[in-house]
């Protein structure tokens, strides 16, 4: 029997059900495991390895995709977003779909493909959407673009990229996991100030000038933070002094926003969500329309005041007056939505 057919046992695990990202392996091969891939999201959960979409009806509704436009999807993560958008376009026009992350955007680009989306239609470029201009140049000014700000469910349930909390794993944090300095490295080389501002204003974190310190005497001691362990002990440790009925709410809610402020950091998200901001007019034909999803007040912000600079300067000639969330309904299915804001604009 040859290597490929050999039959390859699924994962051992304690107990009746799966724990570890590892062992998921049904939740890891959807098109296998559609019954149980239902289970898990109708229980309000993401099953791992794959990304739910976010407010995908709104988004069509307010890019109005017709046949034979041309658009951008700046994410393109799991592709859901994509897939969407390809079949508004019901087999005219092109979309082309950026991401830099060399581990899921491949995965996700085979699956499109095998459901048909052809190079004629559809295609996939290694790109920062900071560098979306690089795009419009090789296909052509866009008629629709889309940039979901989020983190890809896939990058969060895989302990090995390192962007949740909740699980063991190197402290990495990057998107391109090929490019750049981990969260770790940065960690060692920021001062306590730079850290404290850091967690400042990219997170808003109450108790930044307490997590700093302790970080700081980490290091001064030889402490290592390599892990999310680790980085969760120290922000416990920071945050000791609550009162016991405030802790365990206070560390769950300040390891969320420190995990996103070295993510952002690592990443470099604001700088390239400025440059995306300040290119998209130009690379929008007239009457093109963008939608960009943000999951915190920092981002919003930057969206908000980037669209509303571009109405008075002429530039875009309708932005939304009110914020666009989702549902209850999506919210309930997909816990991870209820952060979403979405905003559009039309170029003049």
Known sequence: MSEENKHKRRPHYSGTHPKSYREKYKELNPDKYQDTIQKVISKGSTPAGMHLSIMVDEILDGLMIQPGMKGCDCTFGYGGHSEAMLKALKGEGHLVSLDIDPIESVKSEQRLRSLGYGSEIFAVEHLNFAQINEAADKYGKFDFVLADLGVSSMQIDNPDRGFSYKLEGPLDLRMDPQKGKTAAERLRELTEPALAALLQEYSDEPYADQIAAVISRYRKKGQKI???????????????????????????????????????????????????????????????????????????????????????????????????????????????????????????
């Open 226 to 348: 390599e892990t999310t362990k680790q980085l969760r002990a120290a922000v416990e440790e920071a945050l000791s002094f609550l009162p016991k009925k405030e802790y365990q709410d206070a560390v769950k809610k300040s390891c969320a926003r420190v995990f996103q402020a070295l993510r952002i950091d690592v990443n470099g998200e604001f700088d390239s969500l400025y440059m995306l901001l300040e290119k998209l007019p130009d690379v929008l034909v007239p009457g093109g329309r963008v939608a960009i999803l943000t999951f915190h007040s920092g981002e919003d912000r930057l969206v908000k005041r980037a669209f509303r600079d571009c109405l008075r300067g002429g530039l875009y000639e309708d932005v939304t007056k009110d914020v666009i969330r989702p549902t209850a309904q999506e919210c309930a299915r997909n816990p991870r939505a209820r952060s979403t804001k979405l905003r559009i604009a039309v170029r003049a």
